[in-house]
């Protein structure tokens, strides 16, 4: 297996020829396919080499996403090859390769898939949850266990919220399915479920968590998917400081002093308050010198990949991207800059955009 490359293995309760037709069975493919909570309202398949398939996943938000390919090999109930594409806007993305191996142990078949070829770290690791809640669906199917209509894990808050934007692109990273209840801090709703009146909140069942931290840590705890905290304990330690850093000094200075002075001003005459928005501006130089300074040439705060320090951040840095002032301060902080781009490049990101953002 090269680095850019995913493998799963996986046993399954079912002999290889039925675990061999769930996988080229429209039908089949329709009941389990995509990550939790995903619907898949249209699956074409013409399991033959050089046959073609297109199947049509809708997200339970309403995004519709295409994913197509060719059918490379098939030897009955032993193996499987096809090609992988997203196709978004008429326009073809780049191919990978998927390869199932089926093997029988005893009543059981032990399946290997290997998804090879894609174009950098971030691509692949995009794909890991998807098929991690995938075959957890397979699983559920196999078990003769009725699947869920709707997600049992839902976040709470106004979607505008930095927090609640991270808490979501955690989610879908994990391949997880949730539903978002729009809620402002401080409605019953949210005092409910936090004695602060704070966003987010989380319910996983009759599971209940706020603040966001403890909700980013049990996440990725929880479920299956990509870790998205470091592997040693000094990284995991440097990442947990990033995350108190954004939290207690970041926020403040470039959400709630700076941000949401223009989006909520309350100077003279309703106004946003210069003297507030002058010393956040100052308080941010200090705090982007010494992010820059930690990216350094990586592309993540922490090591080589996505962790939760990167997700508390991203949202911010978004929100100053996208004002004028202080996009004018971005230009800046080149390392910044170049962590932000690669996290805007991933699906979670997108899916968890704004409203009018």
């Known amino acids: 297996m090269t680095p850019l490359s995913l493998t799963f293995n996986r046993i399954f309760d079912a002999p290889a020829e039925k675990l061999y037709n769930i996988f080229t069975s429209k039908e089949a493919i329709q009941s389990w396919f995509g990550p939790e909570g995903?619907?898949?309202?249209r699956a074409d398949i013409d399991a033959r080499t050089g046959g073609k398939y297109r199947y049509e996943m809708h997200s339970p938000a309403g995004a519709v996403y295409m994913v197509v390919g060719e059918f490379r090999e098939l030897v009955p109930h032993e193996k499987i090859a096809f090609t992988w594409?997203?196709?978004a806007n008429g326009e073809l993305g780049p191919?990978?390769?998927?390869t199932l191996h089926f093997a029988e142990r005893g009543e059981r078949t032990e399946l290997t898939l290997d998804h090879?070829?894609?174009a950098s770290e971030d691509v692949r690791d995009s794909h890991q949850g998807g098929w991690t809640s995938s075959l957890e669906s397979l699983a559920h199917m196999l078990a003769g266990?009725?699947?869920?209509t709707?997600?049992?894990i839902s976040v709470v808050g106004d979607p505008r919220s930095t927090y609640v934007r991270s808490v979501r692109m955690a989610l879908i990273e994990k391949g997880i399915s949730y539903t978002l209840d729009p809620q402002p801090p401080h409605s019953d709703v949210v005092n409910t479920l936090n004695p602060f009146g704070k966003i987010p909140a989380f319910r996983a069942g009759d599971f209940v968590l706020f603040e966001s931290p403890a909700i980013l840590r049990y996440i990725d705890e929880a479920h299956p998917g990509p870790r998205l905290m470091p592997d040693t304990p000094a990284e995991r330690a440097r990442a947990e400081q990033w995350i108190s850093s954004i939290n207690c000094y970041g926020y403040d200075a470039m959400i709630r002093r700076f941000v949401l002075q223009f989006a909520l001003p309350k100077g003279p005459g309703g106004t946003p308050n210069r003297a507030v928005i002058n010393g956040a501006i100052v308080d941010m130089h200090k705090q982007l010198t010494i992010l820059d300074r930690a990216y350094g040439e990586r592309d993540y705060l922490v090591g080589e990949r996505l962790s939760l320090a990167d997700l508390?951040?991203?949202?911010?840095?978004?929100?100053l991207a996208n004002h004028p002032e202080s996009k004018d301060i971005l230009a800046s902080f080149a390392n910044v800059m170049r962590g932000h781009e690669v996290i805007a490049r991933r699906a979670s990101f997108a899916q968890t955009a704004p409203p009018g953002f």
């Open 38 to 41: 995903f619907s898949i309202p």
């Open 85 to 87: 594409a997203w196709l």
């Open 95 to 98: 191919e990978t390769l998927v």
């Open 116 to 118: 090879a070829g894609f």
């Open 145 to 148: 266990k009725p699947q869920p």
């Open 150 to 152: 709707e997600s049992r």
């Open 312 to 319: 508390e951040l991203a949202p911010i840095i978004a929100y």
